[in-house]
Nanobody, 119 residues
């Protein structure tokens, strides 16, 4: 297993910004990396994902235009820049990695980092 380590969570007021970071131990290259989140009493949901190569990114409709995902392959790090945060963004955010190709599952997970947005 190659653990993923998230950092950058915290508390912020609505309208503020946070940047989350996901680092793979031993700087292992992971083709697809994504962020998921799980709010209180809710199921885990996809937030944003990015693939290697062209760096193609996908976003959940709820975060489009506010969140930006990027990756630094040399540092084996993926960032999630979150702007104009809303109270409904409050959740535990998880970094996930997929080592397989299309159709495979996310098989690497971090421990999660708490993001709290207050009004």
């Amino acid at each position: 297993q190659v653990p993923l380590v998230e950092s950058g969570g915290g508390s912020v007021q609505a309208g503020g910004s946070l940047r989350l970071s996901c680092a793979a131990s031993r700087r292992t290259f992971i083709p697809t990396v994504a962020w998921f989140r799980q709010g209180p009493g809710q199921e885990r949901e996809f937030v944003a994902g990015i693939r290697a190569g062209a760096g193609t990114a996908d976003y959940a409709d709820s975060v489009k235009g506010r969140f930006t995902i990027s990756r630094d392959n040399a540092k084996a790090t993926v960032l999630l820049q979150m702007n104009n945060l809303k109270t409904e963004d409050t959740a535990v955010y998880y970094c996930a990695g997929k080592r397989g190709g299309a159709g495979s599952s996310f098989d690497l997970w971090g421990q999660g980092t708490q993001v709290t947005v207050s009004s």
